[in-house]
């Protein structure tokens, strides 16, 4: 009886074992596949900025002198002048605006503040929050702000320099291109604020160091 090579034999058992298991791969359900992400479910929406904050950037926004007068009351009992700088800038993606505020001389030394404000689309208002080196809590929540007429205005509870709780209100006003006046009066309630100070911004030559 002939035996058959045992090179030849091996090759035949491998090509059976390869049509086998590309029969099976041929037989079994294909596997989904993935779906691939398109470029525009990759990219995220970019909210833009309301037409209440593009305004309000566009009538504050800038490098400003600041020209302080303080009526006597609490701040300041013999009232007095002071002067600073001011720069306003919008935020980022134009959804918000910074202020950064210093001046020396109205309160006896010198004062440092920054603030933002936003639109809140649910209440129609302008929300905000204040920090400067004279509340005693560091920051306030600057209350609700919106346009009256040509004039912006804002109402806020804070507590003074001496810790007492106050209603205070700010009133921007006499809008120019290169000025306006912020007016800010406060008392224990609405029904007895008087004014407490008058800050007059002049647009500055060139942007200064803040």
């Known amino acids: 009886m002939k035996t058959i090579p045992r090179a030849p034999f091996l090759v035949m058992l491998v090509a059976f074992c390869c049509t086998a298991l590309l029969a099976q791969d041929a037989m079994a359900p294909a596997k989904p596949k993935a ?7 990759q990219q995220m929406p970019v909210p833009k900025p309301s037409p209440e904050m593009a305004k309000l950037t566009k009538m504050l926004s800038g490098n400003w ?11 300041a009992p013999n009232g007095g002048m002071g002067k600073g700088t001011a720069k306003i800038w919008a935020g980022p993606g ?7 505020y210093q001046s020396s001389g109205a309160m006896g030394g010198s004062f440092k503040g920054m603030g933002t404000w936003w639109w809140d689309p649910k209440a129609q208002d302008f929300r905000g929050l204040w920090c400067d080196n004279m509340t005693p809590n560091g920051c306030d929540a600057s209350g609700t702000t919106k346009w009256d007429g040509n004039n912006l205005v804002g ?7 001496n810790g007492q709780m106050m209603m205070m209100k700010f009133t921007y006003s006499d809008f120019k291109p290169d000025s306006f006046v912020m007016t800010m009066e406060m008392g224990p309630d609405a029904s007895k ?11 500055a030559a060139a942007p200064g160091k803040m």
């Open 155 to 161: 109402t806020m509870q804070a507590a003074d320099m």
């Open 94 to 100: 134009g959804l918000s605006l910074i202020e950064n």
């Open 65 to 75: 002198t600041v020209a302080e007068k303080m009526e006597p009351g609490p701040m």
């Open 193 to 203: 604020m008087q004014k407490a100070m008058t800050v007059t911004y002049t647009k």
């Open 35 to 41: 779906p691939k992400p398109t470029a525009q479910a």
